[in-house]
């Protein structure tokens, strides 16, 4: 029995077709014959340096496997040059296993915009004098209910913005009962 050229034989260990290597970028559309361009050799020579810098080759081998690609004729020979090194990223399987949720970081919530509004005018209240304490404390107040209702981040930028609006209403409370004290000695 005899097979047409096309189909060969069939041999042990060849019942299940091999996967066809994939064309690399440099050897174009056409087979190893097809002249190669300055493209074909600029990808081989950085496919070289990127072995080099992996320490896959040395020096003098870099600088002659270079020159042989800068005079080399058709992307066979560019082939030659870099058979012997990894071409990029080799192709993963079609899925990777998914992993459970259980092992998975939590996602981040998003941060409240009110308790950095809270925070924010806690800080102004030095520059200021103490007048944006009041909205430093309500805006800490309803953000920390909605962080809790909602679910959402930034409870320490709430309660920051709230201790420094309460340290700027406490001053401005004592300023006023100092104020206060003062005019009623002063009409004794």
């Known amino acids: 029995m005899s097979f047409p050229p096309s189909q ?11 996967p066809q290597p994939q064309p690399q970028p440099w050897q174009g559309q056409g087979g190893p014959s097809l ?8 990808r081989a020579v950085d496919v070289l340096r990127a072995g080099f810098s992996e320490g896959r080759l040395d020096q003098g081998e870099l ?4 020159t042989r690609a800068y005079q080399a004729r058709t992307v066979g020979e560019l082939t030659l040059l870099v058979a012997d090194l990894p071409q990029g990223p080799a192709p993963y399987p079609a899925a990777a296993p998914a992993v459970p949720a259980t092992f998975l970081p939590r996602p981040v919530p998003p941060t409240n915009g009110k308790a950095v509004g809270s925070l924010i005018c806690g800080v102004l209240t030095v520059m200021t004098a103490g007048l944006t304490g009041l909205p430093a404390v309500v805006l800490g107040h309803v953000a920390r209910s909605e ?5 959402e981040g930034g409870d320490g930028l709430a309660l920051a913005g709230l201790v420094l609006g309460w340290l ?3 001053g401005w409370a ?4 100092l104020l206060t004290v003062m005019a009623v000695a002063a009409r004794s």
């Open 174 to 177: 004592l300023f006023l009962a």
């Open 168 to 170: 700027s209403v406490a």
């Open 35 to 42: 002249l190669a361009s300055h493209a074909d050799r600029e």
């Open 63 to 66: 600088d002659r496997r270079i």
């Open 8 to 18: 060969p034989s069939w041999q042990p260990g060849r019942g299940v077709p091999q």
């Open 147 to 151: 962080i809790r209702r909602r679910d």
